[in-house]
DNA sequence: CCCGAACGTTGTTCTAGAGCAACCTTTGGC
DNA sequence: GCCAAAGGTTGCTCTAGAACAACGTTCGGG
């Protein structure tokens, strides 16, 4: 394993407060790891023996039903921490993890959390908001699938991607992982068809631009206002 | 305001690892607050001044679309701290909190927080389990969104409410607090019309019993069946 | 005791979107 | 270069449940 560099962790907020000699122990004290896309980093209900930080790519936070159906509860993109399960209290995760693209990490025994929260001011607080983000998040979910039709739903969750993950082309923004109708469908509670439909009819308006595994947003304005203004 | 008893908080999760004379002292800071039934205890947005413990009553958690719909996200029984924007790092509230019947809180200003987080040992490790259940629950219900029915949804809200809330009676277990169809409709995602029909058939196989604003489960059984299993 | 507002019921209509089905397209492994 | 698997499209049907509508019922305040 090669020494990473202390450059990688100083400008991410959970360690912004920090000095560099406590930035070098935390990352000592890290194991880097790579995913493939399409493995899951761990799994619903499994211990909670590691927390982790995405270096690079994007996770899929998803439940699988009894039935086996999948629920994409939240996408989670590079510079985050996640399976923080000990910050709520819990010794096991909530859902399962799944590298939507190729992922680096960073890992941590779950064991070091006490003492991240202790040692390092800031630290704390900064996760703590993102997990309050992520709460906020889940609640728009719970709200607009409540009140909101599929279309916009689906419009909605485009530009929530694109927004978090987007990547500035020449025709558009691009959703910067390999996400296809059926990814989209389970974010939204649809089909596939339903989703394939939809991005049919926008592709027709200009309002999209898809290939297989791929969306690219070219009018986001316009789908903000199919998501309802 | 009358001098409030340690045995109050002595046994909630939040001050269970706390000396009296410490109870002591975060009673002296508190402020006992009453509210009327339908009353707000906070609206969202809102600067996030205090943060609260429900002493007795049942709060209900709402967010208001731009066009009026009401989303209720939660119910929060007797016993727990509501209000904890702080704890995840913003100044205001997320959420529109409404008493479900009479309340009963005491109240601290927010900026009491930090001091009890770091002061008072296991209030800050029981609170953000707190929050994890929360975030659990947030989380099932957008799973049922995506995946179940209204009927099943509706009788796993009314399971909720009834092992969160439930008073045992001769006939079955209420929901303790007045609750309407519109209400459950809300909580659900429905009307209140499907609402309506639903509780009547299930009142005709005996499965509850509803009066103006009440409902008693008294087959709970079953309804974890049509629930799903 | 009356009246109006809040709450609840029930019937009917209508449609968004699921379900089913068939087929096309791209891609990567051998 | 072929072919199988993964992903995508599109047409048709069908139904859960919203929307609309009209009418009961309970309750609390003056």
Redesign the pocket.
């Known amino acids: 394993m090669h020494r990473l560099d202390e450059s990688l962790l100083a400008p991410l907020p959970p360690f912004s407060f920090l000095e560099r000699p406590q930035i070098r122990a935390i990352l000592d004290r890290a194991t880097s790891r790579r995913f493939d896309e399409?493995v899951s980093v761990f799994e619903e209900g499994a211990a909670a023996n590691s927390f982790y930080l995405l270096l690079d790519g994007t996770i899929r936070v998803v439940k699988i039903t009894p039935d086996g159906e999948q629920v994409t509860s939240l996408h989670i993109p590079a510079g985050q921490l996640f399976g923080i399960a000990p910050s709520l209290g819990r010794d096991t995760y909530p859902a399962t993890a799944i590298a939507a693209s190729e992922l680096l990490t960073l890992c941590w025994p779950t064991s070091l959390w006490h003492s991240f929260v202790t040692d390092y001011p800031g630290f704390a607080t900064e996760t703590y908001k993102t997990v309050g983000n992520r709460v906020a998040e889940m609640n728009n979910r719970i709200v607009e699938m409540s009140t909101?039709?599929?279309?916009?739903?689906i419009a909605r969750a485009l530009l929530r991607l694109v927004k978090q993950s987007g990547k500035k082309t020449e025709i558009g923004i691009e959703i910067d992982f390999?996400?296809?109708?059926?990814?989209v469908?389970e974010m939204?509670?649809?089909?596939?068809?339903?989703?394939?439909?939809l991005?049919?009819?926008w592709?027709k308006d200009g309002l999209v631009n898809?290939?297989?595994?791929?969306i690219i947003v070219c009018d986001p304005h316009r789908l903000v206002v199919l998501g309802g203004a």
Chains 1, 2 share one sequence.
């Open positions: 399409g909101q039709h599929v279309e916009q739903r390999p996400i296809t109708r059926q990814d469908s939204t509670g649809t089909t596939l068809h339903t989703v394939s439909r991005l049919s009819a592709e898809s290939k297989r595994k791929k």
